[in-house]
C-alpha cells in the first residue's frame, strides 16, 4: 500500500486540539486536522468543501496518518494583547485582553499518510510541490523553513515501514549526535492508544472533529542515506 512522506520542519510550529477561547494549545506532535488542512491548502480545496469538486476533502481524511519525531521540539508559550474586545455576550468591551499562544520551538517531524488510492497521494504530492495557497505549520504565521515535499517521498511501502525506512530529516547541532532510535505515533486501526480528537467529520468550515487512537513504539535510525530529501 502506498504512503506519502511529509517533512514538517520550522522554527514554531502549533498544533492544538482542544483551544478555547483566549489559550491557545499546542499538542506535542502534528494533529491529523492540522496535516489534513496543510494538504487542503496545498490542492486549493475550500474550507467549505467535503464532497464538492473538483477536489473533496473527505477522501484524504480517509488516509491512515503516522509521525516520527525527528527532532521533537521544545515546547513554548508566548503572551499576546488585544485592545477593546467585546465579550460573547455582548454586554461589555474588554479594554486589554491576554491571551496564551503556546507552540513547539525547532521541532522536525516526518509525517506518513497511508491509503490504497495512490492517484490520490500523487495529487497531493504535486500540490505540496507546488501549492495552490501558503504552506503553514498550524497556524498562517507559523511558516516551514524546508520544503514539505520530499524527493522520491511516494513509496510503495506500509505506513510504519516508510516512517522506520526514511533517513534522519534533521542535521545534528553544535555537540549532538544523531539518534539511535526515533520515536513514531501511528493511527491504530484496533482502538488501541491514546484518544486523539481531531478526525475531521466534515469541512473546516463546519468544525466537527471525532475520535481516533494512536499508539507509540519505537524505531532504529537508518544510517545509510538511500533517499535524496529535496
Keep these: ?77 508566548d503572551y499576546q494583547t488585544a485592545q477593546n474586545i467585546i465579550s460573547a455576550d455582548r454586554s461589555k468591551v474588554h479594554e486589554t485582553a491576554v491571551t496564551t499562544r503556546d507552540y513547539l520551538a525547532d521541532a522536525v517531524f516526518l509525517v506518513g499518510l497511508q491509503g490504497p488510492d495512490r492517484n490520490l497521494l500523487e495529487r497531493a504530492r504535486a500540490g505540496l510541490q507546488n501549492p495552490v495557497w501558503p504552506l503553514a505549520l498550524g497556524r498562517k504565521s ?32 553544535r555537540g549532538e549526535t544523531a539518534p539511535e532510535r526515533l520515536l513514531v505515533s501511528l493511527e491504530s486501526q484496533d482502538g488501541s492508544g491514546a484518544l486523539r480528537m481531531d478526525q475531521p467529520l466534515s469541512s473546516f468550515a463546519e468544525r466537527r472533529f471525532g475520535a481516533r487512537y494512536v499508539r507509540s513504539e519505537w524505531v532504529d535510525l537508518q544510517r545509510e542515506d538511500t533517499h535524496a530529501p529535496a
Design 142 to 173: 507559523y511558516v516551514p523553513s524546508e520544503s514539505v515535499w520530499l524527493e522520491g517521498g511516494l513509496v510503495d511501502a506500509t505506513l510504519l515501514e516508510a516512517l522506520a525506512a526514511w533517513p534522519w530529516i534533521t542535521t545534528p547541532r
Design 1 to 77: 500500500m502506498p504512503t506519502l512522506l511529509l517533512r514538517l520542519a520550522g522554527p514554531m510550529q502549533s498544533w492544538g486540539t482542544t483551544s478555547r477561547f483566549d489559550q491557545r494549545d499546542t499538542g506535542k506532535e502534528p494533529s491529523k486536522s492540522g496535516v489534513i488542512g496543510l494538504l487542503a491548502a496545498a490542492l486549493g480545496i475550500d474550507r467549505e468543501n467535503w464532497n464538492g469538486q473538483p477536489e473533496p476533502l473527505e477522501p484524504l481524511t480517509q488516509l491512515t496518518m503516522g509521525v516520527r519525531h525527528d527532532r521533537p521540539g521544545v515546547l513554548k508559550r
